[in-house]
């Protein structure tokens, strides 16, 4: 079992930033991998990126080039860089870890931005 805390999210311009971050409950070593979900009012869950335990990274379309995920294993957190946020960003995002067939999941974050 892990617990993820998700921080860092709130309000900000087009063209702005924001870093998110994710702190698990405990060693993360065992994880396969986590990564970030977002989840807009009336749709469904997407992922947005993720990095495995081997420090890879995967990236949806939409955010390619503008944001960049990683991870500390010593402080067993995650972050997620947000550069040149758009109006279409805007979502609740959620932290994710993967262990095998099992999945965590925080209670989210709201970013929101504005045009």
């Known amino acids: 079992q892990v617990q993820l805390v998700e921080s860092g999210g709130g309000l900000v311009q087009a063209g702005g930033s924001l870093r998110l971050s994710c702190a698990a409950s405990r060693n993360i070593f065992d994880i396969n991998a986590m990564g970030w979900y977002r989840q807009a009012p009336g749709e469904k869950r997407v992922l947005v990126a993720e990095?495995?335990?081997?420090?890879?990274?995967n990236y949806v379309d939409s955010v390619k080039g503008r944001f960049t995920i990683s991870r500390d294993n010593a402080e067993n957190t995650v972050y997620l860089q947000m550069n040149s946020l758009k109006p279409e960003d805007t979502a609740v995002y959620l932290c994710n870890a993967r262990r095998g067939s099992l999945n965590y999941w925080g209670l989210g974050t709201q970013v929101t931005v504005s045009s």
């Open positions: 990095i495995t335990s081997g420090g890879s990274t």
